[in-house]
């Protein structure tokens, strides 16, 4: 029989993969298999730009000659690659093409990543990929930046549960005052004010005792400078508490607060996160940072009624936007 049949493998090209941390850049290379002869290779990558954004575009190192040309609309989240190799580029095994430079925004996961409009040239033919491999990009939770485990506590003072019945003893309370009119206990401790309110108190000795009408924590406030483009971030928690109010007379009782670049995966305690919305008001486009709040240490005390501050620095606001656009958001 004369003559012979060619037959080609399927091409196949790969999405990116890989792992980073929130808020960091990494290279993640398009890898491409079933190649015989080719010149040239084209793509769109679509990403989720609350996710992800595209700082640059390269040919891999493996690959000299091969030049690449490429169009980032980081606000569609839309990228345009075309490489072309003055060599035919042959290979049944997969073989790395470009390198893409990724930098995370922020939101921890893992994202799968596809390939749109693929296609490849030959001899000023242009043919389509049999088949799209898909990528994922594991976006993984800095390091906490700052934990703060503040102790919810009255020196030299009890507490009976169950007639209300509060005493303490000032002199041998160095950061304990009592209100001029005599009704409120006033706990300024370093990072926490404690504020028990009675009906009015009477005096024998330094001893005060009165009957417990409410109580209050205040002033609760954290401050760190975290990594990446948000810089210096403030806290402040305020919140009424009632219940076994006994438990402040209880060295180990606390609240756990830690503050995070990014969001987090936790699932303990309560979180907070500053974010933005984009214009529509639809989808999140970026956390600035989360503070989680534990309060599995307080015992029985209840809290309600919490008012929850965050604030970014001025730098930030004005490179996402209004201020209008940031948003509170807590999970359970």
């Not at 060599?87 to 049944?92: A, D, F, M, R």
């Not at 108190?201 to 005060?208: D, F, G, L, Y």
């Amino acid at each position: 029989m004369d003559g012979f049949i060619n037959v080609e493998a399927r091409t196949v090209i790969e999405a990116p993969n890989g792992t980073l941390p929130v808020e960091s850049s990494k290279y993640l290379t398009v890898s491409a298999s079933g190649l015989n002869d080719v010149k040239n290779v084209s793509f769109i990558m679509e990403f989720n730009r609350t996710v992800m954004s595209v700082i640059d575009v390269r040919a891999n190192g493996t690959m000299p000659g091969l030049t690449v040309d490429s169009t980032i609309i980081n606000e569609n989240g839309w990228l345009e690659v075309n490489a072309a190799s003055p060599h035919n580029i042959t290979g049944k095994e997969s073989i790395p093409l470009v390198d893409i430079k990724v930098h995370s925004n922020g939101l921890p996961g893992e994202r799968e990543i596809r390939l749109v409009n693929l296609h490849w040239a030959r001899d000023n033919a242009t043919y389509s990929f049999d088949d799209m491999e898909p990528g994922f990009i594991n976006i993984t939770p800095v390091n906490t930046a700052l934990v703060d485990n503040q102790p919810v506590m009255v020196d030299n003072m009890t507490f009976d549960d169950d007639t209300q019945e509060v005493s303490i003893n000032i002199s041998a309370n160095r950061h304990a005052t009592i209100t001029n009119d005599n009704t409120t206990i006033l706990v300024c401790n370093p990072g926490i004010d404690i504020i028990i309110q009675t009906s009015g108190m009477e005096n024998q000795s330094s001893e005060w005792t009165g009957e417990c009408t409410g109580a209050k924590i205040d002033n609760i406030s954290g401050s760190v400078d975290l990594s990446g483009d948000v810089g210096q971030v403030n806290t402040g928690i305020s919140a009424d508490i009632s219940g076994s109010l006994s438990a402040l007379t209880n060295a180990d009782t606390g609240l756990n607060i830690t503050i995070t670049r990014g969001a987090v995966n936790e699932t303990v305690g309560r979180i907070f996160q500053l974010g933005v919305l984009s214009e529509k008001h639809a989808e999140l486009e970026e956390v600035a940072y989360t503070m989680a709040i534990n309060k599995s240490a307080l015992g029985g005390v209840t809290v309600s009624d919490a008012v929850i501050v965050m604030s970014a620095p001025e730098r930030y606001v004005n490179t996402w936007g209004r201020c209008g656009e940031f948003h509170d958001s807590q999970h359970v």
